[in-house]
């Protein structure tokens, strides 16, 4: 008989001893030493405070039960200590005989069992990888004694070992296929990865664990960098609340030696002060919570890759590694888009030039002072949106408004449809509607930042946005969309794009898509266009002041173009359409 044999026998009897002690002379509830031993009718034996709190616990169904058999009795059975087994114990524990260590407890539903354990398995010490078994303490020996498995790669227990064998030809997978980015067995590499480059499995876990520490060393100099932001976004705050605190006290002085009619007006600033105050705080603050919560999640990321670095599982690893490695895209740090410490400086300069004024210029003073406090800003506008994820946070209902829609256009679907008919529809008279031209305008003006798309087909299509004061009479310049100041248009055609402004137009070489995405930010005086596929590409970027509401709105220059808008948070169910038929 080898060696291997032996010892493995022996410890087979050493584990029946081991069991057969536990069997008897162990409760099963709490797995010691049996203290108080009592035998219940089904002739098992538990410590007494164990089954009597087991029974406690079944006393509301007033049937009470075996844990080991199941079998139940009724009534509760009286319980009596057993002085023979009681006796036992007391001279097994004089002999040295105590409870089974905490590593040799039987494995539960969260712990790795021993391979090798027949019947109750105890939880295992260790995990072969050469083997691809787990052991306990006592099956694990052999491994230490014999010189058979002294190159065999002992770890901590794993339940994932099955990830190690190649599905298709049984074997363990020790090569990395460079081609493929996968792990395979030495059958694979002489068959369907056949010439592809490929390594050893620690080869390969050598190279990215030096990718590991690059990446764990950007998540680091990213945290310090959020660390800073952070604390520059404190200073902002208590710059804000000092600043407006004192365009207030400014203000409240000044107000206080004029007229009823200036104590008014002196209230209504205070009051927009202290509202923008507020909002820019807030704003402040909400960044604030934004890099922390960043800041948190990338030292999750960074514990993560720690942990992984530490593991001896080549597969685990390098299966693992690619999901963690990648970092999301970062927000644009806040301290490069703060502005120089002026806040509302200009509301008291406003004030004071105010207040030397008679009470009927004040009256015409007052929207400058209202403005001046609506402008505060201390964090400059935010940066665009990068995915349509993100964009998709801006999106915006649109309706289309059927005083503004030329008769020939039939509208229908809660007016979120419009087909362009070959007669006149029966409309009544209205100053809003284009008389003309083939267009509508939305219901709704747009301000702040929006979001909206539309899918086009057939020969063209004008997508656009106007104030709402554009010209309807007349085939001038001065009604169709982009051929005036009033409106700026995005014309698309099969072949090409074309940005239309102030009948200006710039040509935009790029391969149409079949949805234009549309992104307002009214405040910054941003308009830009996309084309929408897997990703986002800007077509054409306006950077202008504007000076009212933005109205969407279409123009369908012939019978075989239609368009479709979306513009809901769900864009799948909520659409609407224009089309053109005959």
């Not at 008919?421 to 301000?447: C, K, N, T």
């Not at 910054?524 to 996309?530: Q, T």
Request: net charge negative; hydrophobic share 30%.
């Amino acid at each position: 008989m080898k060696l291997s044999d032996t010892l493995l026998l022996r410890s087979e009897m050493a584990q029946q001893g081991i069991q057969l002690y536990q069997e008897n002379f162990c409760c099963s509830i709490c797995l010691d030493l049996l203290k108080d031993p009592v035998t219940i009718p089904c002739g098992h034996n538990y410590c007494m405070s164990c089954i009597k709190g087991h029974w406690d616990e079944e006393d509301q169904r007033k049937i009470y039960s075996c844990p080991q058999c199941r079998k139940t009795f009724t009534p509760r059975p009286d319980l009596v200590k057993n002085t023979m087994f009681a006796n036992l114990v007391e001279e097994l524990k004089k002999t040295g005989l105590q409870a089974a260590p905490p590593d040799r407890c039987y494995a539960g539903p969260g712990d790795v069992a021993c391979d090798v354990c027949t019947g109750r398995k105890l939880k295992a010490l260790k995990s072969c990888l050469v083997c691809l078994a787990s052991y306990c303490e006592q099956h694990l020996q052999p491994h230490y004694e014999s010189s058979t498995f002294e190159k065999h790669k002992l770890v901590d227990p794993s339940k994932k070992l099955q990830e190690n064998i190649c599905s298709r030809h049984d074997e363990v997978m020790k090569i990395f296929c460079r081609t493929d980015q996968q792990c395979i067995c030495y059958l694979c590499s002489m068959d369907e990865h056949k010439g592809h480059d490929t390594v050893s499995a620690a080869a390969e876990r050598t190279e990215r664990q030096k990718e590991l520490g690059v990446s764990r060393q950007k998540i680091q100099e990213r945290i310090q960098d959020r660390e800073k932001d952070v604390k520059v976004l404190q200073q902002e705050v208590k710059a804000i609340n000092l600043s407006a605190d004192k365009a207030v006290e400014h203000s409240e002085n000044n107000f206080t030696e004029l007229v009823r009619l200036i104590e008014k007006r002196s209230s209504d600033v205070k009051e927009q002060i202290r509202s923008r105050q507020k909002a820019e705080a807030s704003r402040a603050e909400e960044l604030q919570e934004k890099l922390k919560q960043e800041i948190a999640e990338l030292r999750r990321k960074d514990a993560e890759l720690e942990q992984l670095s530490h593991t001896e599982d080549h597969t685990h690893f390098l299966q693992t590694y690619p999901s963690l490695s990648s970092l999301s895209e970062s927000t644009d740090s806040p301290s490069t888009n703060i502005r120089p410490l002026h806040y509302f400086e200009d509301v008291t300069a406003a004030v004071s030039e105010a207040r030397d004024k008679l009470q009927g210029i004040l009256t015409e003073e007052w929207p400058k002072i209202s403005l001046t406090v609506t402008e505060v800003d201390v964090l400059l506008p935010q940066p665009e949106p990068k995915t349509r994820a993100e964009f998709l946070q801006y999106s915006h209902q649109i309706t289309l408004d059927p005083n503004t829609a030329n008769t020939r256009l039939s509208l229908s679907e809660e007016n979120r449809k419009a087909t362009l008919m070959g007669a006149e529809q029966l409309y009544s008279s209205h100053p809003d509607r284009f008389i003309e031209w083939w267009q509508v305008l939305s219901r709704e003006g747009l301000a702040g930042r929006c979001y909206w798309e539309v899918e086009w087909s057939g020969r063209g299509v004008s997508v656009a946005v106007a104030y709402r004061d554009i010209s309807r009479t007349g085939k001038t310049d001065e009604c169709q969309f982009g051929c005036n100041d009033k409106s700026w248009a995005l014309d698309c055609y099969k072949d090409r794009y074309e940005f239309k402004h102030n009948n200006i137009t710039t040509p935009i070489p790029v391969p149409p898509s079949s949805r234009v995405g549309v992104y307002l930010d009214h405040r910054a005086g941003i308009l830009s266009f996309y084309s929408v596929s897997e990703t986002m590409t800007l077509l054409h970027r306006v950077q202008t002041t504007f000076t009212q509401p933005l109205y969407p709105g279409f123009w369908l220059p012939n019978r075989q173009s239609s368009l479709r808008m979306s513009s809901s948070l769900c864009f799948a169910s909520d659409t609407a359409a224009v089309t053109s038929s005959k």
